[in-house]
């Protein structure tokens, strides 16, 4: 939960009263000095340990304020600007295989008092958008992390995520299944309205079944290397190559295989 903004507003006193009342709607300079002082009052005791982050315990006098601002709080607003600028920078920095820097903002949003299950999430986002079938292990490493995290909790369990980020930012790379996403769906929009060819649709009653439903059906088990070659495209509509493997990691296994049932779908084709 992002603090209230709207609402916040810090005073500053000495002996003689009121010296100052700053508030987040003030200039940014300003502003950023008001979050900073908040940001040191409501850091979780954890955080303040590892960063070696100042802890209001009381009311500040103008030198204490001062004494603060000049210690470089970490300042991090989950719902504003920080927040984004942080979780792009670990998105990108995983995208780019730089490990070092991955873990560099993974430290600074936990650190700041990010929920670590919201990072789950993106390191998640990042192994099936970036990583794919290059490595499958990736979303792997990802969920078994929200279920290390799940069962230790902070601060023991977030070495889980400093794993599941070092994992990610050293594998291969590709977006080959994310494109195939955004492929097929595009087409499926386009031909959402074309059914699939009758030898493939179920036939549960008698009407179905006289209507063709099933009809000429070859059940792939029963054929040679168990493959039939059937086509399965909607009648009226050329078969489509939505994903293409990358040429790095586990895809160029991958590759291997396609062209494998392709060449294989091709003699079929013609032997019949």
Known sequence: MGLPW????VRIFDDDGLVAAITAGAERAI???AISVVAAATARPESIALSNSPFIAAPLDPAGVAALLHRRVPVYDKDREGHY??????HKSLRGSDPQAALYYLARMLVAGEEPLYLLRRLTRAAMEDIGLADPQALVQCLVAKDAYDFLGSPEGEIALVQACLYLATA???NAAYMAQKNAY???KETGSLMPPSHILNAPTRLMKDIGYGKGYAYDHDAEEGFSGQDYWPEGMEPQTFYEPAERGFETK???RIAY???????RSKDK
């Open 6 to 9: 709207a609402s916040l507003q």
């Open 31 to 33: 502003a950023q000095a």
């Open 85 to 90: 600028n942080l979780i792009s920078a670990l």
């Open 172 to 174: 291969p790379k590709s």
């Open 186 to 188: 595009r087409t499926a």
């Open 254 to 256: 991958i590759a291997e």
């Open 261 to 267: 049932w392709n060449e294989l779908r091709q003699k």
